[in-house]
């Protein structure tokens, strides 16, 4: 089993940046944090469950609307996956989550993932 752990959030105003944290841990003995594909997602108050970004093995699915100012990168010592949230604007409000379903791939594009984190807020406001 696999846990996450997503950090990070908070309220800014448009045009700032927010870079959310989500640590690893659990049964990670058996993998390399560079070989699975690991996802964010995010949920807005009244809204379903998009995809904001997926990425493994060099490949990256984005949401068209952050494609430019959000990116993903990994940190395989300290087992962390992070999100680089540049020019946030309010429409990038809402709950954030990281997930993976431990494939070698983003096949789970765009919210079908097995693991998730309980989320981080995010809120953009003037």
């Known amino acids: 089993q696999v846990q996450l752990v997503e950090s990070g959030g908070g309220q800014v105003q448009p045009g700032e940046s927010l870079r959310l944290s989500c640590v690893v841990s659990?049964?990670?003995?058996?993998?390399?944090?560079?070989?699975?594909?690991f996802g964010w997602v995010r949920q807005a108050p009244g809204k379903e469950r998009e995809g904001v970004l997926c990425?493994?093995?060099?490949?990256?699915y984005y949401q068209p609307s952050v494609r430019g100012r959000f990116s993903m990168s990994r940190d395989n010592v300290k087992n962390v996956v992070y999100l680089q949230m540049n020019n946030l604007e309010p429409e990038d409000s809402g709950v954030y989550y990281c997930?993976?379903?431990?494939?070698?791939?983003?096949?789970?594009?765009?919210?079908?993932?097995?693991?998730w984190g309980q989320g981080t807020q995010v809120a953009v406001s003037s």
């Open positions: 997930a993976t379903d431990l494939r070698r791939s983003c096949s789970a594009w765009p919210i079908n993932y097995r693991h």
């Open positions: 659990g049964d990670t003995s058996g993998f390399n944090l560079d070989d699975i594909g």
């Open positions: 990425n493994n093995d060099g490949l990256t």
